[in-house]
């Protein structure tokens, strides 16, 4: 069935550092792909998102492309700051089941000054 | 807009009390979505409607769970009886249709102790 598989945490970084989230994906057809943040004590926000392969998702510094050919939607940043303390989750949305979401397990990062 | 509305945002409760969570999905949005968030198994989809209708809930965990969207406006989440380890954040979200790629916004979620 559908699922992602998301790069197993936590991750602990130097601010300034460079940020890689691997995720990778299982599904029928062309899925949208999804990347949510979740800050201490919040719910879920989207971060950015991808709808064909070969998009590119970006927004507040990070970018993730729609890779088919690897079924892969990693999450970068170049230089992540403390305030991108969070828990990451990639998430799809299979072709032909309405609006259902998949979520990976999430990764928690932590950026130290 | 005000986003996502759930309440209450904390309950503590003692086993076998009924629980009841609400939530308001952002007007106009047509999809209501109810997940729960735990350490051990992450976050989990228990029951989704469309126009108030609903249209999965092989997620819900077992018959003390009930979920109901009397209206486009509205919905609960109860347990009866609750049992300790219901204990979990329980989040609503919302999305404006059931079309693919369409994004969910998240409530701030409950966070439910049962003793």
């Known amino acids: 069935g559908d699922s992602v598989t998301q790069m197993e945490g936590p991750v602990t970084l130097s601010e300034e550092a460079f940020l890689t989230i691997n995720c990778t994906y299982t599904?029928?057809?062309?899925?949208?792909l999804f990347w949510y943040v979740q800050y201490p004590g919040e719910g879920l926000q989207l971060l950015l998102k991808?709808?064909?392969?070969?998009d590119k998702g970006s927004n507040k510094g990070f970018e993730a492309t729609y890779r088919k050919e690897t079924t892969s939607f990693h999450l970068e940043k170049g230089s992540v700051q403390v305030s991108d303390s969070a828990v990451y989750f990639c998430?799809?949305?299979?072709?032909?089941?309405?609006?259902?979401?998949?979520f990976g397990t999430g990764t928690s990062l932590t950026v130290i000054p | 807009d005000a986003g996502v509305i759930q309440s209450p945002r904390h309950e503590v409760t003692e086993m076998g009390q009924e629980v009841t969570l609400r939530c308001k999905p952002i007007?106009?949005?047509?999809?209501l979505f109810w997940y729960r968030q735990t350490m051990m198994r992450g976050l989990e989809l228990l029951i989704y409607f469309n126009n108030n209708v609903p249209i999965d809930d092989s997620g819900m965990p077992e018959d003390r769970f009930s979920a109901k969207m009397p209206n486009a406006s509205f919905s609960t989440l109860k347990i009866q009886p609750s049992e300790p380890r219901d204990s979990a954040v329980y989040f609503c979200?919302?999305?404006?249709?059931?079309?693919?790629?369409?994004?969910?916004?998240f409530g701030p979620g409950t966070r439910l102790l049962v003793l």
């Open positions: 007007s106009g949005h047509n999809s």
């Open positions: 599904a029928t057809g062309y899925p949208s």
């Open positions: 979200a919302s999305s404006l249709s059931v079309g693919v790629g369409e994004t969910q916004y």
């Open positions: 998430a799809l949305s299979p072709k032909n089941t309405g609006n259902q979401f998949y």
């Open positions: 991808a709808t064909k392969a070969d």
